[in-house]
């Protein structure tokens, strides 16, 4: 079975511009969640899309958006990047039921903002 | 501020040899994981302990959940070159809704 997958697994963007990121999760998992990884720290939370609804936000500026499709498959939006945003960007899908709800990541997108 | 605190932090063995990394909260959990992660890789879930006191093995590597489910320790036995990595816990609690709420990591080195 296919795992999570994410694309593009490189990117190269310059301060102001916008960049979306793409997931899809495991098959029959419906729920995605997006972290960020920046270098020498472990992931921190960025959003959470169970059903196309949000389930949770951490604490990152309103530049950082996303959605969930139909097909369970996500997008993280960031907008006016900053030098800061360089990053692993990583995604996770789950089942999102119950109390353990495993979390399995994907291979991540490299952002470097320069 | 960092709610789960891992250490050691690095941690450079010989192959061999045998290590314990500690994963340490105030606050509880109801559930809490072990990953580890290659450079320029997700995280792969190791284990999840969901019970206190609870004690799983995989393999050479044997993870405990603190009795009062605010902690936890991950011991490999007979480390391989294999097994180099980072090491990170995430736990979920009851402020934290679906989200893992990940510790910085130990870096483990295991040299032939």
């Known amino acids: 079975d296919a795992g999570v997958t994410q694309s593009p697994t490189h990117l190269i963007k310059t301060r102001g511009q916008h960049v979306t990121l793409r997931c899809s999760p495991i098959s029959g998992h419906k729920s995605v969640s997006w972290y960020q990884q920046v270098l020498g720290q472990g992931p921190q939370f960025i959003f959470q899309?169970?059903?196309?609804?949000?389930?949770g936000r951490g604490n990152f500026p309103d530049r950082f958006s996303a959605r969930q499709f139909p097909n369970y498959s996500s997008e993280l939006n960031v907008n006016a990047l900053l030098l800061g945003d360089s990053a692993l960007y990583l995604c996770?899908?789950?089942?999102?039921?119950?109390?353990?709800?495993?979390?399995?990541f994907g291979p991540g997108t490299r952002l470097t903002v320069l | 501020t960092q709610l789960l605190e891992q250490s050691p932090q690095f941690l450079s063995i010989q192959e061999g040899e045998n290590l314990t990394v500690y994963c340490n909260s105030s606050?509880?959990?109801?559930?809490l994981q072990w990953y580890r992660q290659e450079p320029g890789e997700g995280p792969v879930l190791l284990v999840t302990v969901v019970t206190g006191g609870e004690v799983k093995k995989l393999k050479r590597l044997t993870f405990q959940f603190g009795d009062a489910r605010k902690d936890s320790s991950l011991h490999i036995t007979a480390a391989q070159p294999g097994d180099t990595g980072l090491y990170l816990c995430?736990?979920?609690?009851?402020?934290?809704?679906?989200?893992?709420?990940f510790g910085k990591g130990t870096s483990l080195l295991v040299t032939p």
């Open positions: 899309y169970y059903e196309k609804e949000e389930r």
């Open positions: 606050s509880v959990f109801s559930s």
């Open positions: 995430a736990g979920r609690n009851s402020n934290s809704g679906y989200a893992l709420n």
């Open positions: 996770a899908s789950s089942l999102a039921t119950g109390v353990i709800n495993e979390q399995f």
